[in-house]
């Protein structure tokens, strides 16, 4: 048997905190499925459900028997007891029988979420912040005047943000900045692309230009913190080029949510040092199949550079569904390969606590004294 009984949740989000009726839950299940940049809940097709998918399925597997209920009971069934206990109780039972003993909570998606403080109060474990570096730019440039100002500024808020973030992430940096150019933009080049975005920008303008995009990355780079950037449904293999030019610089790069693509991403772990893959959303995405998925990392990644993550944003659920498929998963493949004799247990062992919790307690150097994190109560699993 595979033992993994504390996770460090590497990626995550704060959970709602408002009572959910059966759309808006569905909802939630939409957006985990679809949009990973904290857009809009999708909604079901008519006559269709988002709980007849792996991760709605998973759902009723893991979720109802914390809450008093049989296992894959219906979904009415379970959000009228979920109600019955109130949002807060059902989300402390759920937090604190996932298993999870770190979470390190993206604060950048707008909505009613709790902050890092609450979800660690909640699941009687410790959390810290990661800090989104898009909207960081852009409540910059709501409070600088010139150009000069907001360069100056944008550079201070990152290295500030460095003293109680545990990281930065990013998820235009992939899709717009990185996807032509890996190397920092000129002084001049800066400046110009600058003055353009801010003479242009609506109030609460999005930050989408590509050179203060890049610009913005490397801020972060010499900011001391580990980066962390969303691939989202592009091959990780644009990132080779950045992954190059930032070697030997002291910044960790962090690839999240690579799947369908990944194989690219965990060959990106394997040539630059200083390049991981966390595992993500993918696995609760995938359910019965995540063996497989999982196996696939495998078969590629160093084990020192694989991190497990919930992706979970709005739903409780999601961080118990994604820790309980991860075990599941972990303890199914390595275990098949202590049984056929090509690894052994104790081997098996010491890679599940790795991936499960020592590999990111090292990147995010994690009880080394940062500053930035909230931990009421005790670590570890604690049953309702």
């Given amino acids: 048997m595979i033992d ?9 989000h704060g959970v709602l905190r408002t009572e959910l009726g059966l759309g808006t839950f569905e909802a939630r299940l939409g957006a985990h499925l679809g949009d990973r940049r904290g857009g809009p809940p999708g909604l079901p097709a008519a006559g269709t459900t988002f ?19 049989e296992p894959h009971c219906p979904p009415a069934r379970y959000l009228a007891r979920r109600r019955e206990l109130g949002v807060a109780e059902a989300g402390r039972r759920l937090l604190r029988a996932s298993g999870i003993s770190t979470y390190l909570v993206d604060t950048g998606l707008p909505g009613d979420l709790t902050r890092p403080a609450e979800i660690a109060a909640a699941g009687g474990a410790e959390a810290h912040e990661i800090v989104r570096l898009e909207p960081l730019a852009e409540q910059v440039a709501d409070t600088s005047g010139t150009v000069e100002a907001f360069l100056a500024n944008l550079a201070e808020a990152v290295h500030g943000a460095a003293a109680n973030a545990v990281a930065f992430t990013s998820v235009e940096g992939v899709r717009r900045g990185l996807a032509t150019e890996p190397e920092p933009p000129g002084p001049g080049e800066v400046r110009g692309a600058a003055g353009r975005w801010l003479a242009g920008r609506p109030a609460g303008g999005r930050l989408t230009d590509p050179v ?7 801020i972060a780079v010499t900011a001391g913190r580990p ?44 040539v ?8 993500g959303p993918v696995l609760a995405h995938t359910g019965a199949r995540a063996a497989a998925v999982l196996a696939e990392v495998l078969e590629l990644a160093p084990f020192g550079k694989l991190l497990f993550s919930s992706g ?13 498929v991860f075990r599941a998963a972990l303890t199914r493949v ?3 390969w202590v049984v056929e004799g090509a690894w052994s247990h104790a081997d098996a062992q ?9 590999n990111a307690r090292r990147v995010y150097r994690l009880g080394q004294g940062l500053s930035g994190g909230s931990r009421p109560g005790e670590r570890g699993p604690v049953r309702p």
């Fill in 212 to 218: 203060l995009l890049r610009h913005l990355l490397w």
């Fill in 350 to 358: 010491r890679v599940a606590t790795m991936i499960a919790a020592g």
């Fill in 4 to 12: 993994t009984p504390s996770l460090v949740d590497q990626y995550c």
């Fill in 227 to 270: 980066l962390q950037l969303h691939t989202g449904d592009r091959d990780p293999a644009v990132l080779g080029g950045f992954a190059a030019a930032t070697t030997g610089l002291g910044t960790d790069l962090v690839l999240l949510h690579a799947y369908p693509h990944h194989r690219a991403a965990a060959h990106l772990t394997v």
């Fill in 272 to 279: 630059h040092p200083h390049v991981y893959a966390d595992l």
């Fill in 51 to 69: 709980f007849d998918t792996q991760t709605g399925f998973a759902v009723r597997r893991w979720c109802p028997p914390l809450l008093g209920l």
């Fill in 312 to 324: 979970a944003h709005g739903l409780p659920e999601l961080h118990v569904v994604a820790a309980s």
């Fill in 334 to 336: 390595l275990g098949e």
